[in-house]
């Protein structure tokens, strides 16, 4: 069956623009997980969004930074005003039900702040 | 919150010898441990898990140990093949903002040499 799917694969965009990444879980999957990967670094939690419930966003590095999750499918990260510490590669995972459950990634949308 | 230590950063074999690489983690009440495989390019593809309920786990020539009372746990590869070659990354789910937040080691560089 399909993966996690996200797009656009690279984004290349100037200091100051905003940007939005998108995520689609796999199908039937409740629970939804946006990471960021710095060049050469381990994964960095964001945001955890579990069917209707709030999300946590206690990963979230700063208030420029923001996601959604429509109809409990679709996510979109936004990053308003990029500054070059925001390049990165932005992956996002989907997972069953959460709660210890295997998460499944996609292959991240590589985002270049110039 | 949760710590997740990982060595070594590098790791050089000869096709056909073991690889090992080894995690701890802080909080007790970690209880999921999943170790992951990335490739150049890729998002990080979930390779073997373990529960806190068992003390090893084996997928063919993976396996994967857990030490609950240390509080450490490794990743086996026995036989290694060129196609190993790859950046593992162990993680530790966290419980303390919500339903539960993978939490990373900052990956060991495999090379297998044939």
């Known amino acids: 069956g399909a993966g996690v799917s996200q797009s656009p694969s690279n984004k290349v965009t100037e200091k100051g623009k905003d940007v939005e990444l998108r995520c689609d879980p796999i199908?039937?999957?409740?629970?939804l997980y946006w990471y960021r990967q710095s060049l050469g670094q381990g994964l960095e939690f964001l945001i955890y969004?579990?069917?209707?419930?709030?999300?946590?966003k206690s990963g979230l590095p700063s208030d420029r930074f923001s996601a959604e999750r429509t109809g409990g499918s679709v996510s979109t990260l936004t990053i308003q005003r990029t500054q070059q510490e925001d390049s990165a590669v932005y992956l996002c995972?989907?997972?069953?039900?959460?709660?210890?459950?295997?998460?499944?990634f996609g292959d991240g949308t590589r985002l270049s702040i110039l | 919150g949760e710590n997740v230590e990982q060595h070594p950063s590098t790791l050089s074999v000869q096709e056909g010898d073991s690889a090992v690489i080894k995690c701890t983690y802080s909080d007790s009440a970690s209880n999921y441990f999943p170790w992951y495989k990335q490739e150049l390019g890729k998002g990080p593809q979930l390779i073997i898990d373990i529960r806190s309920n068992v003390g090893e786990k084996k997928d063919q020539r993976i396996a994967v140990t857990l030490n609950k009372t240390a509080k450490h746990f490794s990743l086996h590869i026995t036989e290694t093949q060129p196609e190993d070659s790859a950046v593992y990354f162990c993680?530790?789910?966290?419980?303390?903002?919500?339903?539960?937040?993978?939490?990373f080691g900052k990956g060991t560089k495999l090379s297998v040499k044939p």
């Open positions: 993680a530790a789910i966290y419980y303390g903002g919500s339903q539960g937040n993978l939490i």
């Open positions: 995972a989907s997972s069953r039900t959460g709660q210890g459950q295997p998460q499944h």
């Open positions: 199908s039937g999957h409740t629970a």
């Open positions: 969004f579990q069917g209707n419930s709030a999300p946590d």
